[in-house]
């Protein structure tokens, strides 16, 4: 499923997915439940730069409501979890489905009862904060 994507957001995103497929990574052990793990972090010299992370979410938990200043591209390697993007309706999520949460838009994710596992691309300007939770 895709969310709110445009011409010049494609295109980068394009680009970092190009750039990504070129990068050899060895398959990680399974992580601890809760954890987050930096996958790849590149600097670009436009004054971007991405990361692949992996979240692993315990079951029967939620993210605080929070925003990202750039795109999130997600991937559900296991497990399920519902996303609840402000101005949205819900949408329940299976290992397998991908996701993108466009940039500054609150949104809340909700685990079931797994632990699921999802990898996430953030693109963002360089120095920003990856998340900002809001109160």
Same mark, same amino acid.
């Given at each position: 499923m895709i969310f709110g994507l445009n *011409?010049?957001?494609?295109?980068?995103? =394009? =680009?970092?997915l190009a750039v990504s497929g070129c990068a050899s990574l060895s398959a990680p052990a399974k992580p601890a439940a809760g954890s987050r793990t930096v996958l790849q &972090?590149?600097? @670009?010299?436009? *004054? @971007?730069e991405v990361n692949v992370i992996r979240i692993v979410l315990p079951a029967n938990t939620n993210s605080p409501h929070h925003t990202h200043p750039g795109l999130e591209s997600g991937y559900v390697a296991r497990g399920s979890v519902t996303i609840a993007i402000d101005g949205q309706p /819900?949408?329940?999520? &299976? =290992?397998?489905?991908?996701? /993108? $949460?466009?940039? *500054? %838009?609150?949104?809340? %994710?909700?685990?079931g009862p797994q632990e $699921? /596992?999802?990898?996430? $691309? @953030?693109i963002l300007e360089l120095g920003k904060p990856l998340t900002h939770v809001l109160p």
């Open positions: *011409g010049k957001t494609c295109a980068l995103l =394009a =680009a970092v &972090h590149v600097v @670009y010299p436009a *004054g @971007y /819900e949408h329940v999520l &299976h =290992a397998g489905d991908t996701f /993108e $949460t466009p940039a *500054g %838009v609150p949104h809340i %994710v909700k685990n $699921t /596992e999802i990898v996430s $691309t @953030y």
